[in-house]
């Protein structure tokens, strides 16, 4: 399993979903090419994300958002609160074309394309906020320290900083504590 998936576990449950199709063919196409999978896996969320009943699409901010309204709904008052308490934050993230997508179950990365779980959706607009600028810190952590895919530890070491971080921020912008407590415990 290639080191730049935020999976939390090596061998994530192959199934019929969204995430278990994502995975399959990206797997598959770093086996044979050797490639990058950024391009293709964000590629790979879009048609495949198109094609599941019950999913839409919105870019909000400069971020790409696939999932159902529920999801798309929250998303936009995440980023519309983001923009109003952190606008360096919110212009950063729109330079960097993130593209994140609801999974229920996985919580998975790619390069800058995310997935947002059931967790961050079950705290509305204050959970994709924290997944959102947590997907933003780590990018800008790991892209600070030049870390390059197969260094696994400085991968790791670059996760804690940024849960740190966005316990921090998520805690000076008055964010629920249990939300805050979810990302100091990581």
Known sequence: MSPDWDTGEKNPKRG??????LLTLTDIFRQRTGRSLV????????LVCINTPGYGYRKI??????????????CQEAIKTLVSRDEKI???MSTEGYTFWYDP??????GNVFSVNYNHLSWGSDGVIARVLFAHLCVAIQKARNLVPS??????AAN???????SHW??????????????AKT
């Open 90 to 92: 919110a212009v950063a």
């Open 61 to 74: 901010g400069g971020c790409n958002f696939y999932g159902p309204g529920e999801f798309l709904d929250a």
């Open 16 to 21: 019929r979903t969204v995430t278990g199709i």
């Open 160 to 166: 804690k900083s940024a849960h740190v971080q966005t």
């Open 105 to 110: 179950k996985n919580l998975v990365r790619c």
């Open 39 to 46: 391009p293709l896996f964000r590629g790979l969320v879009r």
């Open 170 to 183: 998520l805690e000076a912008n008055k964010l629920p504590a249990e939300l805050v407590e979810c990302y």
């Open 151 to 156: 260094n696994r530890a400085g991968h790791v």
